[in-house]
């Protein structure tokens, strides 16, 4: 019997010697708890959103780019454990959150009867050199999770972050201001035409970097697109 129950203990003695802390609040996990406590996924705010009705996040995109239907897992605030989990993943050197927050989402999506069968995950691309600073894309875990969870094909290959050569401070604010979105290319690899393709990123705030990946894809012809993000600023 003490055989049988000699992992446990293992573990519990290796969460004294090595607490893990909860990513949302800091307090120690327990066995069974996995990146939150359980009162951190119990306050976690959901935005409830879905693929069926529309919502404030489809309202971003309204006579900008002609996304299908958009929706969102999380609400990002200026504190609490949205930006916590956020800032680990961005920023801490911890990608695991995304898949954390991939299988989560993506458990919740494939019973969304507002999404039809996806085609392609793509995530938005970071700059190449941000990622080699950085050693990860922080959407590629979380993207990859949804793939899985909806039966789709997981594509980092077809977007590319293009660069920009001027200096910005050679510009004027004007012309800054309406340069500001970054701008993506399509890479030509796999054939996208005809294909439902869901576009994946962390958090959305203006929109402006999901306009321009989409405007991207938009150019194959008879594309839809529809739109998942972790979070988003209400
Ligand atoms: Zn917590």
Redesign the pocket.
Known sequence: MILLKLPNIINDLNTVLLPRL?F????RLYRGEQT??T??RDQIPLTEFNFEEENSLDHTFYGRVDIKKASSFLFYHDIG?VKNLIHYLKYKNQPQIGIFLGDWYGSILKKDRGLPQIDLVLPVPMHPKKLKKRGYNQVEGFAKRLAHHLNATFADDILMKTTHTQTQTQKSRIFRWQHQAPSFVKSGVGNIANKKILLVDDVITTGATLEACAKALAEERNVTLYIATMAMVP
């Not at 949302?24 to 307090?27: F, L, Y």
């Open positions: 909860c949302g609040c800091n307090a939150l406590c009162s951190c454990i």
